[in-house]
């Protein structure tokens, strides 16, 4: 049986579950930010635990297939050597796992913030969509909105 799972489990696949998975947390997100779902199972650690999961086991399966870890410090080195990790689908797939959980993050974040500062739900639809599509950029139209509701700037908030 595990090793059914391990080979339905192809790179393909897990990206299909992993982005079609992330979508329920963003949904709540974004249309029900105040809910007690949102608080105990959006920005809670659940949906990092299963993101985790996903990233431990495409890291396994590198490891089975003799992936060179090392050769992934080249990122550092020039832009033509990262454009030849993303020509690796392994490597490709740890980033968008990456991506996706920094950017899932990043909006719990804001809907925990807003509350503090007690911004309408429906404002929140604006830098929520833009995170989850363009993570930095939401998180700068939100820092934009947070500055009329809270008054202040803080750049160490």
Known sequence: MIEQIYNYFTIETLYYWVNIGILPFWLILIFF???????????????????????????????????????????????????ELFSN????????IHFISINLFTGGWIVKDSQKFIINKFLLLIPLSITYLIGPLGLFVYWIIKIFYAKNISLYD
């Open 33 to 83: 930010p105040k809910s007690h779902i949102s608080r105990y199972f959006v920005t809670s650690i659940f949906p990092f635990f299963i993101l985790t999961g996903a990233y431990v086991f495409m890291l396994y399966k590198s490891y089975l297939n003799s992936f060179d870890f090392m050769g992934n410090f080249n990122l550092y080195m020039g832009i033509n050597d990262l454009s």
């Open 89 to 96: 689908k392994i490597f490709l797939i740890l980033f968008w």
